[in-house]
């Protein structure tokens, strides 16, 4: 299925306003949970090609620390959220109430909190395509991989292999206001071909 490509500006944008609701949820969220006001935006959203995901990550070779989650309910694919190795350790300090440098590496206690923080985000996400869509979406629990970023990626493609029929590409960029600290990182969201034709309706009719 490629008619992904054909969709309009005005299509993406309003993709890309399901995207921001979500992440106004999950902003909200993290907040309470942190007690630190955090917010949370997203300057760009991209259609792909499966196997061109590893290319979304501008240095391959960085670690990242990758939540993995699966869908169930109307809609069924794989999501996976990405945080460059900084960003994640930055992260992890927030969900844990720690100051800035307490964490360098990416230990049990990290991923821990890494993992809580992406099934947070990835989770309001899928509720707000989910509400987009007037249907029901149930992830399931998240999985966390700490790799290379183009390892993360390849087995990401990989594992949704003959599943997923293309990619939506999700930049999510987060601020944290008491530190003035920006972090990056990416969402992607690959759904099987029924659930992308179901997209893909959904945001033509919009």
């Given at each position: 299925?490629d008619?992904?490509?054909?969709?309009?500006?005005?299509?993406?944008?309003?993709?890309r306003?399901?995207?921001?609701?979500?992440?106004?949820?999950?902003?909200?969220?993290?907040?309470?949970?942190?007690?630190?006001?955090?917010?949370i935006?997203?300057p760009?959203?991209?259609?792909?090609?499966?196997?061109?995901?590893?290319?979304?990550v501008?240095?391959?070779?960085?670690?990242?620390?990758?939540?993995?989650?699966?869908m169930?309910?109307?809609?069924?694919?794989?999501?996976a959220?990405?945080?460059?190795?900084?960003?994640?350790?930055?992260?992890?300090?927030?969900?844990?109430?720690?100051?800035v440098?307490?964490?360098?590496?990416?230990?049990?206690?990290?991923?821990?909190?890494?993992?809580?923080?992406?099934?947070?985000?990835?989770?309001?996400?899928?509720?707000?395509?989910?509400?987009?869509?007037?249907?029901t979406l149930?992830?399931?629990?998240?999985?966390?991989?700490?790799?290379?970023?183009?390892?993360?990626?390849?087995?990401?493609?990989?594992?949704s292999?003959?599943?997923?029929?293309?990619?939506?590409?999700?930049?999510?960029?987060?601020?944290?206001?008491?530190?003035?600290?920006?972090?990056?990182?990416?969402f992607?969201?690959?759904?099987?071909?029924?659930?992308?034709?179901?997209?893909?309706?959904?945001?033509?009719?919009?």
């Amino acid at each position: 299925m490629d008619n992904f490509r054909t969709l309009s500006t005005r299509q993406l944008d309003a993709l890309r306003e399901v995207a921001n609701i979500g992440a106004g949820h999950a902003a909200t969220a993290l907040s309470q949970m942190t007690g630190q006001t955090i917010m949370i935006s997203v300057p760009a959203l991209s259609l792909s090609d499966v196997e061109h995901i590893p290319h979304h990550v501008t240095v391959r070779e960085e670690p990242v620390a990758a939540v993995r989650m699966r869908m169930a309910g109307d809609l069924q694919g794989l999501t996976a959220l990405l945080f460059p190795h900084d960003s994640a350790v930055r992260l992890a300090e927030m969900m844990a109430g720690r100051p800035v440098g307490a964490f360098e590496t990416l230990g049990a206690f990290e991923q821990s909190a890494i993992k809580e923080a992406g099934n947070i985000l990835a989770s309001a996400y899928l509720n707000a395509l989910a509400e987009f869509m007037g249907m029901t979406l149930l992830p399931t629990p998240p999985e966390l991989t700490v790799d290379s970023a183009g390892t993360v990626l390849t087995e990401t493609s990989r594992a949704s292999a003959g599943e997923a029929a293309a990619a939506f590409v999700i930049e999510t960029e987060f601020f944290l206001k008491e530190r003035q600290e920006p972090l990056h990182g990416f969402f992607f969201l690959l759904p099987d071909a029924e659930s992308l034709a179901s997209i893909l309706k959904a945001v033509r009719l919009a």
